[in-house]
């Protein structure tokens, strides 16, 4: 890391070298270790067509494909690329929170039936599919709607979707745009979680930061909520590499330092193509949780049944938008590519749900399985200093197979049991290879970017119930 | 001879095969990421035929394994065997016939999202072939 010059608090450069049009910019504490590669790959990033003033590293940062996760790019529209590498293959990995009206209070008097229920109602859909069967024609809609097509067809309340990024539905969605093998894919998987570190948690407000902008949230201590984290399944997965695959074979990878960082320029045919399949797989994630959401409707209002669930927000966490900023002093509308991290925008953007404007952006930051998750804000900082972007989650630090050689499923799950966490799981191996320990410490993330004044630290959630694919 | 064995990545899959000829590192460079999801004995209740089309071994492989993962979730297919495979090595194509089983019958424990050109490598050794490949799960 000798070549990382120290410009501020959490704040280094990567300085430009060789062929790089612009530094990199890196946000992290000294406790943290970097994976060299890691860091190769922000430096990768920032030798592509069209980048704006730094490529960009966040705290959680670690090895992704050609992209770092914890990645962060802006590109010049004229001059820019659109890159698969820069969303990842999983298009709009991405976590909502739901608000409840119970307390811990009630969760612990049923702590065990809500885990089965919510366990039987919400499949991971690993090797198993959906229970939920849709036409190609319906999915089709569902690609062009997002989560305003679920509410429409009446799985759920239209405060939902307005209460979720792009208002659960990105415009330039084009059904069209996505292979038949992806649709294939996909088809039966509307409506499950996934696996690897996606989940389903159960989760009291643990402590207020922040009263004020608490309140106008809608939290409390003491108080119930239930995060979904997952993306667009297979469907999303297969229009990433019908893409990479068009973009080889249309520009190469000769003038690249990496053959994942492949791209099409913004403005070409296949650019357009790429954003359209793109959003309509990232259309496919948010009527993905809009379906789990009214399951867990369903399921809690059973349990509960004066229980009022509400749609706290959704964040995208694998995505590429067209945003406003300001480059060089001057409004500029940018393509900014967020991978393995959030929008984090200050008060008063009109992308923000009116009811939260004034405060700014909920920023939603799961923990890894069993630990505390976070609920920020954004702030107009984090416009200045990382294209409103912020971190995503705690950041791997170990290989799944480094974990299953020193964990096992059974003392996972009974060490959480013992915390008074209720855990199920598809599969014992999952949990091994999920063990909190295997990622980066959550507070040092949340300390970095509240320090360097992206976001600030409104409440902590702990985990009452935990479902995992 | 060892038919693969799983290397260290921190997030994702990385594995190496191995094979007295490239048919059967390509079989087992399959047999491999099958095995990421689910360890153990898989039962040959159905069967596809599959063949795929490439522009060099490294694209032919990840267009082979991707034709798996494509039956995976759009068949509930999950891989026992394979057998008859064929590489026509100069037009880079391949033709087998794939055996296994519906996916519910397993539990299966992770979710394989994508083959990668991450480091990925075919190569013809001495007395043997190699291939490597992440997998992004």
């Given at each position: 890391?000798?070549?990382l010059?120290?410009i501020?608090?959490?704040?280094?450069?990567?300085?430009?070298?060789?062929?790089?049009?612009?530094?990199g910019?890196?946000?992290?504490?000294d406790?943290?270790v970097i994976?060299e590669?890691?860091?190769?790959?922000v430096?990768?990033v920032?030798h592509l067509?069209g980048?704006?003033d730094?490529?960009?590293g966040?705290?959680d940062?670690h090895?992704?494909y050609?992209?770092?996760?914890?990645?962060v790019?802006?590109?010049?529209l004229?001059?820019g690329?659109i890159?698969?590498?820069?969303?990842?293959?999983?298009?709009?990995c991405s976590v909502?929170?739901?608000k409840?009206?119970?307390?811990?209070?009630?969760?612990?008097?049923k702590?065990?039936?809500?885990?089965?229920?919510?366990y039987?109602?919400?499949?991971?859909g690993?090797?198993?599919?959906?229970k939920?069967?849709i036409?190609?024609?319906?999915?089709?809609?569902?690609l062009?709607?997002?989560?305003?097509?679920?509410?429409?067809?009446?799985y759920?309340v239209?405060e939902?979707?307005?209460?979720?990024e792009?208002?659960?539905?990105?415009?330039k969605?084009d059904?069209e745009?996505v292979?038949?093998?992806?649709?294939?894919?996909?088809?039966?998987?509307?409506?499950?979680?996934?696996?690897?570190?996606?989940?389903?948690?159960?989760?009291?407000?643990?402590?207020?930061?922040d009263?004020?902008i608490a309140?106008?949230?809608?939290?409390k201590k003491d108080?119930?909520?239930?995060?979904i984290h997952?993306?667009?399944?297979?469907l999303g997965?297969?229009?990433a590499s019908?893409?990479?695959?068009?973009?080889?074979?249309?520009?190469?990878?000769?003038?690249l330092p990496d053959?994942?960082?492949?791209?099409?320029p913004?403005?070409?045919?296949l650019?357009?193509e790429y954003?359209?399949?793109?959003?309509?797989?990232?259309?496919?994630?948010?009527a993905?949780k809009?379906?789990?959401?009214h399951?867990?409707?369903e399921?809690i209002?059973?349990?509960?049944?004066?229980?009022?669930?509400?749609?706290?927000?959704d964040v995208?966490?694998?995505?590429?938008?067209f945003e406003?900023?300001?480059?060089?002093?001057?409004?500029?509308i940018?393509?900014?590519?967020?991978?393995g991290a959030?929008r984090?925008?200050?008060?008063?953007?009109?992308?923000?749900p009116?009811d939260?404007?004034k405060?700014g952006q909920p920023?939603?930051?799961?923990?890894?399985?069993?630990?505390s998750?976070y609920l920020?804000?954004?702030t107009k900082k984090?416009?200045?200093?990382?294209?409103g972007s912020t971190v995503h989650?705690?950041?791997?630090?170990?290989?799944?197979?480094?974990?299953l050689k020193?964990?096992?499923g059974e003392k996972v799950?009974a060490?959480l049991?013992?915390k008074?966490?209720?855990?199920?799981?598809?599969?014992l191996?999952?949990l091994a290879?999920?063990?909190p320990q295997?990622?980066?410490?959550?507070e040092?993330?949340?300390?970095?970017v509240c320090?360097?004044?992206i976001n600030?630290?409104i409440?902590?959630?702990?985990?009452l119930?935990?479902?995992?694919? | 001879m060892?038919?693969?064995k799983?290397?260290?990545?921190t997030?994702?899959i990385?594995f190496?095969?191995?094979?007295?000829n490239?048919e059967e590192?390509?079989?087992n460079?399959?047999?491999?990421?099958?095995?990421?999801?689910?360890?153990?004995?898989?039962?040959?209740k159905?069967?596809?035929?599959i063949n795929?089309?490439g522009?060099?071994?490294?694209?032919?492989?990840?267009?082979?394994?991707?034709?798996?993962l494509f039956?995976?979730d759009?068949?509930?297919?999950?891989l026992?065997n394979i057998k008859?495979?064929?590489i026509?090595k100069e037009?880079f194509k391949?033709?087998a016939?794939?055996?296994g089983d519906?996916t519910?019958?397993?539990?299966?424990?992770?979710d394989v999202?994508?083959i990668?050109y991450?480091?990925m490598?075919v190569k013809?050794k001495k007395?043997?072939?190699v291939t490597?490949?992440?997998?992004d799960?």
């Open positions: 890391m000798k070549k010059k120290k501020a608090e959490h704040t280094y450069e990567l300085p430009k070298e060789g062929k790089m049009k612009v530094p910019r890196i946000f992290i504490s406790k943290m994976e590669d890691a860091l190769k790959q430096a990768n920032a067509q980048i704006l730094y490529s960009i966040l705290a940062m090895v992704g050609g992209f770092p996760i914890g990645g790019a802006a590109f010049n004229k001059k690329v890159s698969p590498g820069g969303v990842g293959y999983d298009i709009n909502r929170l739901l409840t009206s119970l307390t811990k209070k009630d969760i612990l008097k702590q065990k039936e809500v885990m089965e229920a919510l039987r109602k919400v499949p991971s690993l090797g198993r599919g959906s939920f069967q036409t190609k024609e319906e999915l089709k809609k569902v062009k709607g997002g989560a305003k097509y679920m509410v429409e067809k009446g759920g239209k939902d979707y307005l209460h979720t792009e208002e659960g539905c990105m415009e969605a059904a745009k292979s038949e093998r992806a649709i294939k894919r996909g088809i039966g998987q509307l409506g499950t979680l996934g696996a690897g570190n996606h989940f389903l948690e159960v989760q009291y407000v643990d402590e207020i930061f009263e004020k309140k106008v949230f809608g939290l108080q119930v909520t239930i995060m997952c993306g667009s399944r297979g997965h297969q229009v019908d893409y990479i695959k068009k973009m080889e074979e249309k520009y190469g990878f000769k003038n053959r994942e960082l492949i791209n099409a913004i403005t070409s045919q650019g357009k954003f359209s399949a793109m959003s309509a797989a990232a259309n496919f994630a948010f993905n809009q379906l789990i959401t399951w867990i409707r399921e209002k059973y349990l509960f049944p004066n229980a009022k669930i509400d749609v706290l927000y995208c966490h694998n995505i590429a938008k406003e900023n300001i480059i060089n002093g001057k409004k500029e940018i393509c900014i590519h967020r991978k959030t984090s925008f200050g008060p008063g953007r009109k992308e923000i009116k939260y404007r405060v920023v939603l930051i799961p923990g890894s399985m069993g630990t998750s920020l804000v954004g984090a416009e200045e200093l990382t294209f989650g705690a950041g791997r630090v170990q290989s799944r197979s480094s974990a020193k964990f096992q799950k060490e049991t013992s008074g966490i209720e855990v199920k799981s598809g599969s191996k999952s290879e999920e063990s295997v990622y980066k410490d959550i040092e993330v949340i300390k970095v320090d360097i004044g600030k630290k409440a902590r959630l702990k985990p119930v935990v479902i995992k694919g | 060892k038919k693969f799983f290397l260290e990545h997030a994702d990385k190496q095969a191995f094979g007295k490239i590192a390509f079989e460079s399959a047999l491999a990421m099958f095995t990421s999801m689910f360890e153990g004995k898989v039962n040959k159905k069967s596809f035929k795929v089309k522009k060099d071994f490294e694209n032919l492989l990840y267009n082979f394994l991707e034709e798996l039956l995976f759009s068949e509930k297919f999950f026992a008859n495979i064929k026509d037009n391949l033709d016939e794939v055996f519906d519910e019958n397993y539990e299966i424990h992770l999202k994508a990668t991450n480091e490598f013809e007395d043997n072939w490597q490949v992440v997998l799960v």
